[in-house]
């Protein structure tokens, strides 16, 4: 298998990677600012690109159990995250194929127009 295009997010407003600074997900994709991740504070957001997604495992979160899968840059590597696979409690449905974006693990980027 060889190696994977990145994906270039057109919107001049962009979290990317802190590590490598690949675009990782657009501002119109954050849902929620007020989560919380393993590192602190972290987004809610309804699509990434340039991820991997790794295996799936029912974790313990401050919300319940869910079933989730850590996400990594796929460029670096670095763990930006997870996706919730599956939540088990009816009032945590919403974050269904979601993921949580930790703020430390990005950069915010303004692309200027020229």
């Not at 997010?9 to 600012?33: E, F, K, Q, W």
């Not at 972290?42 to 974790?59: F, M, P, S």
Request: hydrophobic residues 35%; contains cysteine; positive net charge.
């Amino acid at each position: 298998m060889g190696k994977r295009h990145q994906i270039y997010l057109p919107d001049n407003r962009i979290y990317s990677c802190s590590t490598c600074h690949s675009h990782l997900l657009s501002h119109g994709a954050v849902i929620s600012r007020a989560f919380q991740g393993r590192h602190g504070p972290a987004y809610l957001v309804d699509h990434v690109v340039n991820v991997t997604i790794g295996a799936k495992e029912e974790r313990m979160l401050l919300t319940g159990m869910h079933t989730v899968a850590d996400i990594s840059c796929s460029v670096c590597g670095t763990r930006i995250g997870w996706k919730y696979l599956q939540a088990f409690e009816d009032t945590q449905k919403y974050k269904e194929n979601k993921c949580i974006v930790e703020k430390a693990k990005v950069a915010k980027e303004v692309i200027w127009d020229s």
